[in-house]
């Protein structure tokens, strides 16, 4: 098992920034992708940016260009800058951890969530 206990978030006026940071502990495997997943009231959970152990970033173009996503894997954290903030930014950021199992896959984690508004 991984646990993931996530920090930051908050309220933020447009054009503002966050940071949201994420620590996982238990059972870690090299083999693994950590990111922020976010869902807003009404939508479905989106992928919002990762980034692989080998240092491979993926980002939703929503985001591209105004959020960063970085990692310490000797810490097993991850986090995510948020800059250039707007309201439709605002949702329930996740962290996940997609933890590959040699022989059987790879099995996905998630943190409690972190509430993000953004509103003037």
């Known amino acids: 098992q991984v646990q993931l206990v996530e920090s930051g978030g908050g309220l933020v006026q447009p054009g503002g920034s966050l940071r949201l940071s994420c620590a996982a502990s238990?059972?870690?495997?090299?083999?693994?992708?950590m990111g922020w997943y976010r869902q807003a009231p009404g939508r479905e959970r989106e992928l919002v940016a990762t980034v692989a152990n080998g240092g491979s970033t993926n980002y939703a173009s929503s985001v591209k260009g105004r959020f960063t996503i970085s990692r310490d894997s000797a810490q097993n954290t991850v986090s995510l800058q948020m800059n250039s903030l707007k309201p439709e930014d605002t949702a329930v950021y996740y962290c996940?951890?997609?933890?590959?199992?040699?022989?059987?896959?790879?099995?996905?984690?998630w943190g409690q969530g972190t509430q993000v508004t953004v509103s003037s």
């Open positions: 238990g059972s870690i495997l090299r083999i693994n992708v």
């Open positions: 996940n951890r997609r933890q590959w199992y040699s022989g059987s896959g790879y099995t996905d984690y």
